[in-house]
């Protein structure tokens, strides 16, 4: 009997345990050439946005320039530990430097640093990948087993046979090696579907390994646009973001991580674009260097406030702003779908619209307010608005600015989104432009 009862007390404190470190939100941050100020800068913004830690994603562990930035980064978050609690881990592009061994100096070298991200019970050092499967189950192990303690390995397998399926056959070869599941390729519709990325698939993989006592981190993102580096395709934004962040704070994983900080090429960053690490000309086309055209920042306040609910553990019906008071933004491509322009259009292409995204958060006791759109100059559109996440898509778009206002149930104009690139139908850019335009909310 007294057996039992300790045997049931420790799976209660696992249980607590797992449960007092779900809801934590990273970002992927694509480790480049970056000075030690703009280091700074990404870590100070992203924890005023309420992400827990940034994924380092490396792309190769024995180039200076990536020791010297996640050096940069270490050393300043070691420094202000009592500011906050953010902090880092590193994530290993094995799509990028296939070498696994490689990384094993760079991982040494930080896992024991107060800054590196801990999870698990007991807490043991947070390490993930971008790819990585092709490595076998016995190496990984090898090569895990070679660091004390044994990291709290979060891999991203998603092209690894089965692993949609999450089927036996699957975690016959990865149960003894994953803590464990991250997936990216769920964050967006397949480049051949229009419409937002599905949760049903995350459900599926987050269930296969919750029945062997894995846990789930789901990605969150924007869109994904590239034209740069011999690919030319995109992944259907639109409603995608508003979309999966309700989706997952409904199905609730132990992780979320959102795609990316700072990836310009593919456009789905959140955060700065520096000049050092962004001197690429195809890719500045379409994502300038200091965010000059197309700054995606707009999108930070309700990426805050989704992170203080996911923390809560509260569900998509208690989404409202952290803030207290009324956040959002709208998004748009830069060029309508008649427009002509030079090269060939990307794959995906036809499943986009002509039409302005939005999101609008609103506080629990606001009542009586509605979205009011203007294109070209002229209002075409009127949207209700409820206490919690409302967003949607307004196609009555034209050439010209855009504009959206929250108005009161006076009909008072008390928030206004305006002054983005405007659509054009032509081609500013020379390319088929698929990046998004992203234009915040802001008090009158």
């Known amino acids: 009997m007294a057996r039992s009862l300790v045997c049931a007390l420790f799976a209660l404190l696992a249980c607590l345990a797992t449960a007092a470190q779900a809801g934590q939100t990273f970002a992927h941050y694509m480790v480049g050439t970056t000075t030690e100020a703009h280091v700074k800068q990404d870590i100070d913004e992203a924890a005023a946005a309420g992400f827990d830690a940034f994924a380092l994603n490396v792309g190769d562990p ?25 902090k880092l881990f590193i994530s290993m592009d094995l799509a990028a430097h296939g070498t696994l ?4 100096p760079m991982v040494k070298q930080y896992i024991a640093s107060s800054a590196y991200r801990k999870a698990g019970s007991p807490a043991k050092p947070f390490l993930s ?12 192990n090898t090569f895990l087993s070679q ?20 089927s036996d056959s699957f975690w016959s070869q990865w149960n003894s090696v994953v803590d464990g599941l991250f997936s990216w390729e769920t964050a967006w519709p397949k480049v051949t579907e229009a419409g937002t990325g599905s949760i049903t698939q995350d459900q599926k993989i987050a269930s296969g390994a919750s029945k062997k006592g894995k846990v789930y981190m789901a990605p969150l993102s924007t869109l994904q646009y590239k034209n740069a580096y011999g690919g030319n395709w995109y992944r259907n934004g639109e409603t995608n973001f508003p979309v999966r962040m309700k989706d997952i704070l409904n199905m609730k994983p132990a992780f979320t991580e959102v795609i990316t900080w700072n990836d310009g090429p593919e456009s789905h960053y959140v955060g700065n674009l520096f000049p050092e690490q962004n001197s690429s000309p195809e890719p500045a086309k379409y994502a300038s260097p200091n965010n000059t055209t197309m700054n995606h920042k707009g999108w930070l306040p309700l990426i805050k406030s989704f992170t203080a609910t996911y923390k809560a553990g509260k569900d998509a019906s208690q989404f409202f702003p952290a803030s207290g008071k009324i956040e959002g933004a709208f998004w748009y491509k830069s060029i309508m779908q008649a427009a002509s322009c030079s090269g060939q259009k990307p794959q995906g292409f036809n499943n986009a619209h002509d039409i ?39 196609e009555r778009v034209q050439a010209g600015a ?37 234009v915040g909310l802001k008090a009158v």
């Open 62 to 86: 024995t180039a200076a320039y990536a020791n010297t930035t996640v050096g940069y980064m270490f050393k300043y978050l070691e420094a202000v530990q009592q500011k906050y609690p953010f």
């Open 356 to 394: 302005l995204s939005w999101a609008i958060l609103l506080p629990a006791n606001a009542n009586g307010y509605k979205a009011r759109f203007y294109t070209s100059g002229k209002t075409v559109a009127f949207a209700d608005l409820k206490p919690w996440l409302n967003y949607g898509g307004m």
């Open 129 to 140: 990948t971008f790819s990585g499967h092709s490595n076998s189950p016995s190496t990984w």
């Open 402 to 438: 855009q504009t959206m206002e929250v108005i009161d149930g006076s009909w008072r104009k008390v928030f206004r989104a305006s002054g983005g690139r405007e659509l054009s139908n032509g081609c500013p850019d020379g390319i088929y432009n698929m990046n998004a335009v992203v």
């Open 101 to 104: 061994n490689d990384f094993t």
């Open 147 to 166: 660091f004390s303690p044994k990291p709290y390995f979060i891999p991203n397998f998603d092209n690894a046979p089965n692993y949609f399926d999450a």
